[in-house]
């Protein structure tokens, strides 16, 4: 069988530092902590679990759950990120999609979607010379009707029983849920960080007990840390694919000049 050997939780926005060079300073070195671990767990495939900002997916098209299955990706490149495409892996995604569709979850399989910056910065953070394939999954955060983060849990737990059960016995694989922390963007709030919120999310994560925010509806996720701070569903999900596992955060800046509450933890099995 296959193994999850590790998991990460990181915010995905990046912004110039200007003002808050020091606070900066400390998410960079955060990010670069990912890239150091995911690198010494040799990974054969990382999925990549996140949301779309409406670049892909929008109102004529609102997808709950979707798993790219391409061969090779080719980023959306906004905020002047490159567009040099990377390697997907269809097998894997593609094995993944049946197997929830076997346990009631009806993924979307995308083709040709570019993920966009919140995808990408999380996956140069990983591995920037485009050496592992990538699956991304993209869990709806930014449209109605997202899913619950309870859904997003057992969707972990789904990709977990999938690995260990289907996959080639030597197959490493590593799970990254990106997004959030507070972010209140567009909206009421806007600026504002939920930082005792944000601090408690990181601590549960890492203490193995995730439960409480499993429970938590969307619609409270959103009134405590904001309608960009629904992405920490995608953590729900990383979590869920390490269940009891526990781990360190790796930095957290609470930084409102970014709009956000910027984190990031590792989860060992």
């Known amino acids: 069988m296959g193994r999850i050997v590790g998991g990460f939780g990181t915010s ?6 200007d003002g808050v060079e020091e ?17 010494a767990l040799k990974p054969d495939v990382i999925v990549l679990a996140g949301s779309d900002h409406m670049n892909n997916f929008n109102l ?14 080719v980023p959306f490149g906004d905020t002047g990120l490159p567009t040099t495409p990377f390697p997907g892996h269809r097998d894997f995604a593609e ?12 993924l979307v399989q995308v083709e040709e979607a570019r993920p966009d910056h919140g995808m990408m910065i999380p996956k140069y953070i990983a591995d920037p010379g485009n050496r592992i394939p990538i699956v991304p999954l993209w869990i709806n955060a930014v449209m109605p009707i997202p899913p619950s983060p309870s859904r997003c849990f057992a969707l972990g737990g789904v990709l977990k029983e ?31 960080v939920n930082e005792a919120f944000d601090r408690a999310f990181i601590a549960a994560l890492t203490d193995g007990k995730p439960e409480p925010y499993v429970a938590m509806s969307a619609a409270e996720i ?38 956000s509450g910027m984190g990031g933890l590792a989860l060992t099995p």
Do not use: C
Not at 23 to 39: F, H, N
Not at 95 to 106: K, N
């Open 12 to 17: 995905h926005i990046l912004f110039p530092p």
């Open 23 to 39: 606070k900066a300073g400390r998410v960079l070195d955060g990010m670069m902590k990912i890239r150091t671990q995911v690198r």
């Open 60 to 73: 004529a098209r609102q997808i709950t759950l979707g798993v790219g299955v391409a061969d090779e990706h």
């Open 95 to 106: 094995a993944f999609a049946v197997f929830a569709a076997q346990r009631g979850f009806d």
């Open 162 to 192: 999938m690995v260990e059960t289907s996959r080639p016995a030597d197959e490493r694989v590593v799970v990254i849920g990106h997004g959030g922390l507070s972010h209140w963007l567009a909206s009421a709030g806007e600026g504002g």
């Open 222 to 259: 959103v009134a405590a840390v904001g309608n960009g701070g629904l992405e920490a569903t995608s953590w729900l999900f990383m979590a869920g694919a390490l269940p009891g596992a526990k781990g360190e955060q790796l930095y957290y800046e609470s930084i409102p000049e970014w709009i």
